[in-house]
Every structure is written in C-alpha cells, then in structure tokens.
Antibody, heavy 122, light 111 residues
C-alpha cells in the first residue's frame, strides 16, 4: 500500500522555525521527484517546492514566496522527505502536503499525503 | 497565489452534466503547458483526477473528462452523483513565475 505520512506540524511563533518530515512507503522513493504543496483557507493550494532524485543531482526549486526561507531535502536510505522552514510568518499558516511528482509531457502530482497543519501565531 | 481562475461554485441535480472552467494566461495554459485536475473530498487530501489535459488515472470513472483550448480548460462531470460533491482544482505550470500554479478552486454541490 502506498503511503505518504507527514509529521512535524504544530504551533510556532512568527520568526520561528519548524521542520516537517514525510515518510514514504509503497513505491521506490529514490526514483521520484518529490514536492511540497500547501493549502490555506484564504489562498487555496500553493506549490512550495521540489527536490529532484539522485540522477537529477538532488536539485531543488522553490516558489518565490518561500525562496530563501525554506529548504527541501531528502534521505533516500530512509525514504523520507523534509521541509525546513525558517523565518516563518502568519502567511505560512497552512496544511502542508508531501506529494509525488510524475512526468506526462508536463509534471503533475499523482500521490498526496494527508498533510500536517502548521500554525504561525503569537 | 492562484493564477488560474475558476468559478467558486457549480451545482446540478443527480444525473445532470456540469462543467468547471479554468482560465489562465499566456504564461501558463496559453504557453501550451498541460492542465491537470484534482478532486478534494471533504476533510481529505487532493486526488489526481485528470492529467495531461484529458487523461484519467486508473480507477477514475469515465464520467469525468477534461479538455483544453488556448488559455482555457474545462472539467466535465456527466451523470452527476452525490459522491461527486467536492472541491475541484486545476493546475499547470507558469513560466513567468517559474512555478507550478493551481486554480482558485470550485465547489461542486449535488442538489
């Protein structure tokens, strides 16, 4: 059974940091590009960023809104994806989803975790 | 930020056909990038419904179909069922933002 299970969400103060994790099972994690997508009540779904696989040199890409503050990493030996979030502000409050990206002419997101809630508030 | 525009809501009676539009601009749909559609049932994560404009993943009923032309795309649901009540999002790539972008989302209500 395919599973993507996020963890690490919670309440953090503005300016603080948080690290999210995503444990993957049911498919060969190391073969795939992996992304983070977040969802807020006000802004809907927003792509956060991506990390390529080893063949892709683990290159990362980020949305303009998080570039320089967020860092995506992965540990293929643990089939795990990570999102390090620094300098958090209230606009980062959202449910964060770990997603698998697949290529069919263009990239889409074919597998999603259940998400973990991050609340940035004083 | 959502750069693909969708109607906030659509509704229909069971068995009817409803369509959801997704309007973009020249840097996303108009540039030839594919549109993909996701269904989000209440209190669950989004699920891939249509990929590459018109393709259904395994297990998605053929009641769901997608189309795209120029800067617009549409998702059609024929033979509407109560279980189709959900939020629907379109998604593509925008080369001016260098980012993947989602639509504003549409809530489908079965009357």
């Amino acid at each position: 059974e395919v599973q993507l299970v996020e963890s690490g969400g919670g309440l953090v103060q503005p300016g603080g940091s948080l690290r999210l994790s995503c444990a993957v099972s049911g498919f060969r994690f190391s073969d795939h590009y992996m992304d983070w997508v977040r969802q807020t009540p006000g802004k809907g779904l927003e792509w956060v960023g991506r990390i390529r696989h080893k063949v892709g040199s683990y290159i990362t890409e980020y949305a303009p809104s998080v570039k320089g503050r967020f860092t995506i990493s992965r540990d293929d030996s643990k089939s795990s994806l990570y999102l390090q979030m620094n300098s958090l502000n209230t606009e980062d409050t959202a449910v964060y989803y770990c997603v698998r990206a697949v290529l069919h002419r263009n990239w889409n997101f074919d597998l999603w975790g259940r998400g973990t809630l991050v609340t940035v508030s004083s | 930020q959502s750069v693909l525009t969708q109607p906030p809501s659509v509704s229909g009676a069971p068995g009817q056909r409803v369509t959801i539009s997704c309007t973009g601009i020249n840097s996303n749909l108009g540039a030839g990038y594919d549109v993909h559609w996701y269904q989000q049932l209440p209190r669950t994560a989004p699920k891939l419904l249509i990929y590459g404009d018109t393709n259904r993943p395994s297990g998605v009923p053929d009641r769901f179909s997608g189309s795209k032309s120029g800067t617009s795309a549409s998702l059609a649901i024929t033979g509407l069922q109560a279980e189709d009540e959900a939020d629907y999002y379109c998604q593509s790539y925008d080369n001016s933002l260098s980012a993947y972008v989602f639509g504003t989302g549409t809530t489908v209500t079965v009357l």
